[in-house]
């Protein structure tokens, strides 16, 4: 497994703009740019060693609606590894994010409802899947949160083990876009009990959080952080520069 944990930023896209929801809600969203392929450019330059793309309106539409904007930044990023989630329920729609030079398609509701989808999915694009969980007090989120179901997180990542999935995203709902910091508890138990890197995502604070995880680096791949670095109380370059340091 890994060693130093990546910071990944995340880019949210609702309708064509980059933003931040409190707690997965459509309505309470913070617009931060109207130009997210020039956000990413920002993020990169300050050190951004992968990127995170949430369709959010495909997330709850269930089909992709922002597929120009994803295919400016791949294009103008090449080399690096970019991950996206948002409105993935088929396989058609994961091919065309391939093809259009992504890294990784993240896989959350269909996984709950379809398992065998994601092992097909493992199967026909190996080493490019990542099954997102989003958990409410350990129990699985669907369908950008809004539905919250009797899954537990670890049971579903224990499903995945074995099928070729390259990591897991797991977002705490009550902390993210909350500012009030990750769930270390969960997110390392997770890592732990499922078998297969996690990378964390929600609460997301300050330099507090970063030092938080960087003991788990052999279980946690990565660190999303949104609000944190468009409001400022983070700062991408220097929180991982602190993670490689040995």
Known sequence: ?????????????????????????????????????AMAARWVEEGARRLHLVDLNGAFDGVPVHKQVVHDIAKAYPNLPIQLGGGVRNMNTIEQYITAGLTYIIIGTKAVEDPSFVT??????????????????????????????????????????????????????????????????????????????????????????????????????????GRAIYEGTLDLGAAQVYLDRA
């Open 120 to 225: 097909e999915a493992c199967r026909e694009f190996a080493g490019h899947i990542i099954v997102g969980i989003d958990a409410k007090d350990g129990m699985v989120a669907t369908h950008g949160w809004a539905n919250v179901t009797d899954t537990k997180a670890t049971e579903l990542a224990k499903r995945f083990a074995d099928v070729g999935v390259s990591s897991i995203v797991y977002t705490d709902i009550a902390r993210d876009g909350m500012m009030q910091g990750v769930n270390v508890e969960q997110t390392v138990n997770l890592a732990r009990e499922g078998g297969l890197p996690v990378i964390a995502s929600g609460g997301v604070t300050d330099m507090k959080d970063i030092e938080l995880l960087k003991p788990y680096g052999d279980c946690i791949e990565g660190i999303i952080t």
């Open 1 to 37: 497994m890994c060693a130093v944990p990546v910071i990944i930023p995340a880019i949210d896209l609702k309708d064509g703009k980059c933003v931040r929801l409190k707690q997965g809600r459509m309505e309470d969203d913070t617009v931060f740019s109207d130009d997210p392929v």
